[in-house]
């Protein structure tokens, strides 16, 4: 397993190899390749600030033709750090994007063919999920807020539920996000976790000096285990966001003045 590095008509994006193998098309955006100015420069995939709505529009056009996929059928989450989970239908094709989502939720799951889910991140971790057999794709966003309610674990749960997905066939893709190297936090973010998930949460809080520094990857794939995704079956991108503020949007380096990037997952 591996994460790779595409380039195609100008766009920087990642997959991940425990996605490939049909079924489903996948993609984590970074920031180059798109027409945004600025300080929105250049792949800005976030429509509540000050970049133009036509420049954002385009650039969810750039993203999904490099895959294969039609931003006219997007769906886009509300995000609001919960543990709601949606399940997508036709019904809900263009919304967020087109037209105003009527819901909120932090992760997205359908068994439509055609429909884009879309969740985003400046420094959160955006997960990725798919069960060939089942046919049903998830896309999940998890900050920490998002973590410590387990959202990952729920979205598996709702997958099961809702299309008789099987935890031990479901692959799962971790991309790229903040990492315990510049998630540095005081005592609410580890109590939280370990309120949460108990001495389990412990291999990803360490305590340096006054401050924490927390592996939120690891937790969400600590998670998805415990809701019995096989291991060898869940991918993780080491590359941090706080980091590379060159490929990634960082809400730690930027504040608010700064776009997302996207991980986007569709049925095929």
């Known amino acids: ?16 190899t425990v996605l490939e193998g049909g ?18 420069a250049a792949l800005n995939l976030r429509g509540s600030c000050a970049d133009s709505a036509e420049n954002v529009r385009e ?8 895959l294969g996929a039609s931003e006219e059928r997007a769906v886009l989450s509300k995000q609001v750090h919960s543990d709601k989970v949606r399940a997508v239908t036709a019904a809900d094709a263009g919304k967020g994007l087109l037209r105003p989502a009527d819901y909120e939720a932090d992760a997205l799951i359908t068994d439509v063919p ?8 400046a420094d959160c ?12 794709v998830g896309a999940v966003h998890a900050g920490w807020r998002g973590t410590a309610k387990a959202i990952v674990q729920i979205a598996v749960e709702a997958m099961a539920a809702q299309y008789g997905a099987d935890p031990a066939r479901i692959r799962a893709a971790i991309g790229p996000g903040i990492g315990p ?6 005592d609410d973010v580890p109590q939280a976790m370990t309120e949460a998930m108990g001495e389990a949460a412990a291999p990803c809080l360490e305590r ?24 060898n079956q869940i991918d993780t991108c080491p590359l941090c966001t706080a980091c590379r ?3 990634y949007w960082s809400h730690r380096r930027m504040g608010e003045r700064r776009g997302v990037q996207g991980a986007m997952i569709v049925k095929t």
């Open 1 to 16: 397993m591996s994460f790779l590095t595409q380039q195609k008509n100008g766009l920087l994006y990642h997959t991940s």
């Open 23 to 40: 079924g489903a098309v996948h993609g984590f955006s970074s920031r180059l390749g798109g027409v945004s100015e600025g300080e929105f």
């Open 59 to 66: 650039n969810y056009r750039r993203f999904c033709a490099a």
């Open 114 to 121: 055609g429909l884009p889910l879309f969740v985003f991140s």
């Open 125 to 136: 971790i955006v997960i990725l999920l798919h069960d060939r057999e089942a046919g049903c």
């Open 181 to 186: 190297c510049c998630f540095e936090t005081d």
């Open 208 to 231: 340096r000096g006054a401050k924490w520094h927390v592996d939120l990857k690891g937790l969400n794939r600590l998670q998805l285990i415990a809701s019995g995704v096989p291991e």
């Open 245 to 247: 503020p060159d490929l």
